[in-house]
């Protein structure tokens, strides 16, 4: 089974950037669709973004759109989440969750993803 761990959070102005790490061990993630879900304290869990298994096709949420890029790279079974642009409402603790499937298909639910991080704390400051 694989494990993932989350880094690269913290304290942001708003406006700034930050790259979330999420590397995996115990296993490969070439086979695996990522995603990085966030929740916000009071909020919902909520899809940020999805990468297919060879990096070809991602999908985002609108709140993020044109804001944030997923990436892999599985030579180094990691993947990454760049946020641009940061506003107040993107503070949350990130997750990175993986689903093995080397399908096209978007997976943009919490129960589409098998393994999950601890996650990783993102605060944006005014």
């Known amino acids: 089974q694989v494990q993932l761990k989350e880094s690269g959070g913290g304290l942001v102005q708003a406006g700034g950037s930050l790259r979330l790490s999420c590397v995996a061990s115990?296993?490969?993630?070439?086979?695996?669709?990522m995603g990085w879900f966030r929740q916000a304290p009071g909020k919902e869990f909520e899809f940020v973004a999805t990468?297919?298994?060879?990096?070809?096709?991602?999908y985002y949420a609108d709140s993020v759109q044109g804001r944030f890029t997923i990436s892999r790279d599985n030579a180094k079974n990691t993947v990454y989440l760049q946020m641009n642009s940061l506003k107040l409402e993107d503070t949350a603790v990130y997750y990175c969750?993986?689903?093995?499937?080397?399908?096209?298909?978007?997976?943009?639910?919490?129960?589409?993803?098998?393994?999950w991080g601890q996650g990783t704390q993102v605060i944006v400051s005014s």
């Open positions: 969750a993986g689903r093995q499937s080397l399908s096209i298909s978007f997976y943009v639910g919490a129960g589409d993803y098998e393994n």
């Open positions: 115990g296993d490969t993630l070439d086979r695996n669709g």
């Open positions: 990468i297919t298994a060879n990096g070809d096709w991602t």
